[in-house]
């Protein structure tokens, strides 16, 4: 299970507590959500400066109710941890370049 993501609802499950609540609890006491940097843009962007590499790759998802998202990813992790780099909300090149700018001149070089 260590190795595993799964929902707070199944850890309830599995534990026959309330999964709902179980999930509250961490995201407000035992999480640093509310102190997160990007808590406040996070719905129309986030970045990971740290996730950099030299090979970027760039794609645009619809994650929910056709809502597109700007994903841009480091081709190094290939897939796997530290591989999202930015995550914006649209496709349009503005808020794309706004967001990515964001990152340090030094890192994008």
Do not use: C
Request: avoid cysteine; hydrophobic fraction near 35%.
């Amino acid at each position: 299970m260590d190795n595993h993501p799964i929902s707070s609802h199944l850890l309830g499950r599995l534990y026959q507590v309330d999964g709902k609540q179980l999930g509250q609890q961490y995201k407000d006491h035992l999480s640093d959500f509310h102190s997160w940097d990007q808590k406040e843009h996070a719905e129309d962007w986030m970045l990971f400066a740290d996730n950099i590499g030299p090979y970027l790759s760039i794609d645009e998802t619809a994650l929910s109710n056709g809502e597109l998202y700007t994903i841009v990813t480091n081709k190094q992790a290939k897939g796997n941890k530290k591989a999202i780099v930015a995550m914006i909300k649209g496709t349009q090149s503005e808020q794309i370049i706004a967001a990515l700018e964001k990152i340090p001149l030094r890192s994008r070089k």
